[in-house]
């Protein structure tokens, strides 16, 4: 069963970040920067350092120092994101319904971070999910959603995250975002609703439309049938 415990704070994780990031951040592995814009004249930069040599241990080793640049070029925030997938279609900027813009980011495969521009308090949240108690490969894949997309909904304080479970369908996670600095209780999936044993082929991919005055519309790829829940049905979902 998967668990959601936060384990970001725990000295056996932060240990395996600072090994990642002690192999990868090196001069000899800076790949390629690029910069792209977020909302409210933000930009991302993201630099990739890769382990290519053919003689290391660690070839294929990939990670990316990320910064958030405000509008007066200013470096706002810089964090180190511990895999291969770069997230920039994750990262973003958005108005809270307290009227605050706040940072959503990866630092790492599993889970999220969310910065507060206005007092630079933040969250960081990784959920236990594969990580057992003995010391495991760095990468290892296991019972926790990937999230790769994110929208939030300030009409009613959810958001919506497209991902997957490793080489699993793609799906969309339903997170209370009432305070985007509390971390979830629970990170509840559309597919353990209305597909809980997998047993329909044409609902396989899940995926985000749009949010409709507080209502949240996905489609089913396969089949191209779209599917509406309200802001009752997002809060029932997130207590079962």
Request: with cysteine; glycine share 4%.
């Amino acid at each position: 069963m998967t668990s959601f415990e936060n384990i970001y704070h725990t000295e056996k994780y932060q240990e395996r970040r600072r090994e990642y990031i002690s192999k990868v951040f090196q001069p000899q592995n800076k790949r390629e920067t690029e910069r792209l814009p977020l909302e409210a004249g933000f930009i991302l930069e993201s630099t990739e350092y890769s382990i290519y040599e053919n003689g290391s241990e660690h070839r294929g080793l990939t990670a990316y120092e990320q910064s958030l640049i405000s509008p007066d070029k200013s470096v706002v925030h810089k964090w180190q994101l511990c895999d291969s997938h770069d997230f920039t279609s994750f990262t973003q900027i958005f108005t809270h319904s307290d009227g605050r813009l706040y940072l959503i980011y990866k630092e790492e495969l599993y889970g999220y971070s969310v910065l507060r521009l206005s007092d630079r308090k933040e969250l960081h949240y990784v959920p236990k999910g594969c990580y057992s108690d003995n010391k495991e490969e760095l990468s290892c894949p296991g019972e926790s959603f990937i999230m790769t997309d994110f929208h939030y909904c300030p009409e009613n304080n959810f958001a919506a995250a497209g991902g997957c479970f490793w080489a699993a369908p793609y799906d969309t996670a339903i997170l209370d975002f009432g305070d985007p600095l509390s971390p979830p209780h629970r990170i509840c999936t559309i597919r353990q609703i209305i597909d809980p044993n997998y047993e329909n082929e044409s609902t396989e991919d899940i995926d985000f439309k749009e949010w409709q005055k507080g209502h949240l519309i996905l489609e089913a790829d396969g089949i191209k049938e779209q599917f509406r829940f309200s802001p009752t049905d997002l809060r029932r979902f997130i207590s079962m």
